[in-house]
């Protein structure tokens, strides 16, 4: 039977690509994890796809993803773990954040050897009052415990809770050989040329990103020069340069200023 190379469409630009042949199933996941309608592969597109396969009897799992949505994350490793095939997940860059989770749905779980698996303690950007916050501190809190018992489960007592935790405490990019002594990966494929999938939201919350991994359009961007406060260094500036330089600065303040009270009292 001839390979059907299905893409399905998600709300917005990107794609969630589905190939199948006879009763194998091969889903690939290199995208960042969000909500339906945003840049990137929701839970609702990993539902339909797998409502268009039916019945297999493997699913191959491909996944390049710096992670994303925490709860979008949980809802597809859910979906993976209540599908009655045989989950084969195959990490072809990097499986970070939530995607290391999503990752330990599979029944066996394979790693080139040049590629990586991020585990972390989970967050989310969040605005509202005290209430609201606290009520997310305690979604995050289970979606951590969440993540431990995945983490254990798959170890199968090659790790305890307290070593997972410390490695998601520490931020912790483990290659493949560490993957697969922590019990976390199966078996170590050759190395390929994917590259991993890291864009600059992802870097702005990650702390320790390994040097091969960061690009150039990644990395901190160099401050604008601003005018020195030394009177020395203005003797040979006009005064109407002074000025203008003195009243960009005013400007700059309050426009900060106006931003951070919004933000206060939002």
């Known amino acids: 039977m001839p390979t059907e190379i299905t893409k399905l469409k998600t709300q917005t630009n990107s794609k969630l690509e589905v190939r199948q042949e006879a009763d194998q199933t091969d889903l690939y996941l290199y995208d960042q994890i969000t909500t339906k309608g945003e840049d990137g592969?929701?839970?609702?597109?990993?539902?339909?796809?797998?409502?268009?396969?039916?019945?297999?009897?493997?699913?191959?799992?491909?996944?390049?993803?710096?992670?994303?949505?925490?709860?979008?994350?949980?809802?597809?490793?859910?979906?993976?773990?209540?599908?009655?095939?045989?989950?084969?997940?195959?990490?072809?860059?990097?499986?970070?954040?939530?995607?290391?989770v999503i990752a330990m749905s599979g029944d066996a779980i394979f790693m080139p050897e040049n590629s990586m698996l991020m585990i972390h303690n989970p967050f989310e950007g969040v605005v509202g009052n005290a209430n609201e916050l606290r009520k997310e501190a305690d979604a995050l809190d289970k979606i951590t415990q969440l993540s431990v018992s995945a983490y254990v489960n798959k170890a199968n007592g090659k790790i305890d809770q307290a070593k997972v935790q410390k490695l998601m405490d520490n931020e912790s990019w483990l290659s493949a050989e560490e993957a697969v002594n922590y019990g976390l990966a199966d078996q170590i494929l050759p190395a390929n040329q994917a590259v991993a999938v890291l864009d600059g939201n992802a870097m702005k919350h990650f702390k320790h990103i390994p040097k091969q991994l960061a690009t150039e359009e990644n990395k901190p961007k160099k401050q604008e020069p601003v005018a020195s406060n030394n009177p020395e260094e203005h003797e040979e500036m006009d005064f109407e340069t002074i000025a203008e330089q003195a009243n960009l600065r005013a400007q700059k303040i309050s426009h900060e200023l106006q931003e951070l009270k919004g933000k206060l009292y939002r």
């Open 41 to 100: 592969v929701s839970a609702i597109d990993f539902r339909d796809a797998l409502q268009s396969i039916g019945d297999v009897k493997e699913i191959n799992l491909h996944i390049n993803s710096p992670g994303g949505n925490v709860f979008e994350g949980v809802a597809i490793y859910n979906m993976f773990q209540q599908n009655k095939a045989k989950i084969n997940v195959y990490i072809d860059a990097l499986a970070a954040s939530i995607a290391s």
